[in-house]
């Protein structure tokens, strides 16, 4: 099995298990690390968020690959989705709505 993004991806991989598998010790489940940094140690919060605007209007403004109409940047999918959810709902399937209908009635309570 290779890699994404070739002898990087393996890099990267070989960093997050050195993060996640051997600092945290033996997987119950699965290994999280969460990692907090203060951005304003390392530079003044302008800089930063100046900074990281331009990043992401960079990323913005890369060509998309064949058969995707732009590049998103991370995060992006998802706000779309809440915003879509807001003004229209959350999309459920038929069956899944049935289901809640019908445990709904098992546990008597009524649809308003």
């Keep these: 099995i290779l890699p ?5 991806g393996y890099g990267l ?25 203060n951005a304003t140690a390392f530079r003044p919060a302008e800089d930063y968020a100046t900074c990281a605007a331009t990043f992401v209007h960079n990323l913005k403004a890369t060509p998309p690959a064949p058969g995707f109409d732009q590049v998103l940047a991370p995060g992006e999918p998802e706000a779309r989705s809440a915003e879509r959810n807001l003004v229209e709902g959350i999309p459920l399937p038929d069956e899944i709505w049935t289901m809640l209908q019908e445990a709904a009635h098992n546990a008597g309570v009524r649809p308003q």
């Design 4 to 8: 994404v993004a070739g002898h990087k």
């Design 13 to 37: 991989a070989v960093a997050a298990e050195f993060l996640t598998g051997i600092l945290l010790g033996e997987a119950h489940e699965l290994n999280w690390l969460i990692l907090a940094l």
